[in-house]
């Protein structure tokens, strides 16, 4: 498989090293234990002579030419956690690689992304219409640039028919592995044991709902107006007659900041709050779930489940 890596100025130095390590440990046990029955023909590559990471290293690529033709281009991530440093997307060096993504889509080849790396890929205009993830905490503002792509931040991993979008920061060693999973199980199996990492489903455990809500200052009151009501029943027209608006237009922001409803928002903060009471105090199961509206912790136990892909005793033993 070949697969080109772009390295673009200031990127998440971290993103382009898990990336190139994966591979190169997969080459490695490849020719140590499967007889180098599935190699990675990885080349970084660049639209720029000179490139210098977000830490000031400078990298070293291959320009790239219009005979690269790799089976995959990878995207790491611009080194950026909120929306106000995502002004590098409009610089002249990622505006190149936008063009270069699209055409390289247009000719077959397929683009992997993980981070603020889907920005980039998205920019590109190839995501209209298709499903993607990125890193949770700028979902609110790739919401709104990209309204035509159907974001879904609480997932890991994102194939679609243009290739694969990941997750936050440490979703390129997740997306690594997902390619050398599609050469070989086997051999992604070996990997994944000998770094101690696994593919993960899901970023929804690592979510904080107050970072999200802040970009819009309606949803950011109803935030504040839901914490307050966790021991009750929802209701979107209490809730709505609370912040002087309309359940409609309620209804309407959250869609459009937090891509889900307010009653899918609300459960979100008592996940998070009974998350916290499990992890903070030695309250019982059952009194925690009535603090934060639930009829009993067995009901409380499933939730966290669903939400959070863990149960109480491992919760709890996060924090020993």
């Known amino acids: 498989m070949k697969i080109a890596v772009l390295a673009l100025e200031c990127l998440f130095d971290t993103g382009l090293t898990s990336v190139l390590d994966v591979f190169a ?7 140590a234990a499967m007889g180098g029955v599935t190699q990675f023909d990885v080349t970084t590559v660049g639209v720029r002579r000179k490139v210098r990471s977000a830490q000031g290293l400078t990298i070293p690529i291959t320009l790239v030419t219009d005979n690269l033709a790799p089976d995959w281009l990878i995207v790491p991530a611009l080194k950026t956690v909120t929306p106000d440093t995502l002004l590098p997307l409009q610089r002249a060096d990622v505006r190149d690689a936008v063009t270069l993504i699209g055409k ?84 992604a199996e070996l990997v994944s044991r000998y770094l101690l990492a696994d593919i993960r ?48 237009s309620l209804q309407r922001r959250c869609q459009a900041v937090l891509g889900k409803s307010p009653l899918a928002y609300f459960q979100d903060l008592r996940v998070e709050r009974a998350r916290s009471l499990i992890q903070g105090s030695r309250e019982a199961l059952d009194q925690i779930a009535a603090d934060v509206g ?24 996060e924090l020993r």
């Open 25 to 31: 440990t997969a080459n490695a046990l490849s020719q």
């Open 104 to 187: 390289f889509s247009v000719n077959g080849i397929r683009i992997a992304a993980a981070c603020i790396g889907t920005f980039i890929v998205a920019e590109s205009g190839i995501l209209a219409g298709l499903e993607a993830t990125t890193t949770w905490s700028v979902s609110p503002l790739f919401r709104q640039r990209f309204p035509t792509v159907k974001l879904d931040e609480t997932r890991m991993l994102v194939p679609t028919e243009v290739g694969v979008t990941a997750g936050s920061a440490m979703g390129h060693l997740d997306l690594a592995l997902w390619l050398v999973r599609q050469a070989s199980p086997q051999l």
């Open 201 to 248: 489903s899901s970023q929804a455990a690592y979510i904080v709902p107050n970072h999200l809500a802040q970009s819009d200052p309606l949803v950011l009151r109803f935030e504040e107006w839901a914490r307050s009501h966790l021991r009750e029943g929802f209701s979107l027209q209490d809730a709505a007659c609370a912040l002087a608006t309309s359940p409609r």
């Open 294 to 317: 639930y009829i009993d912790g067995a009901t409380l136990r499933t939730l966290l489940r669903q939400r959070l892909g863990r149960g109480v005793r491992e919760l709890r033993a």
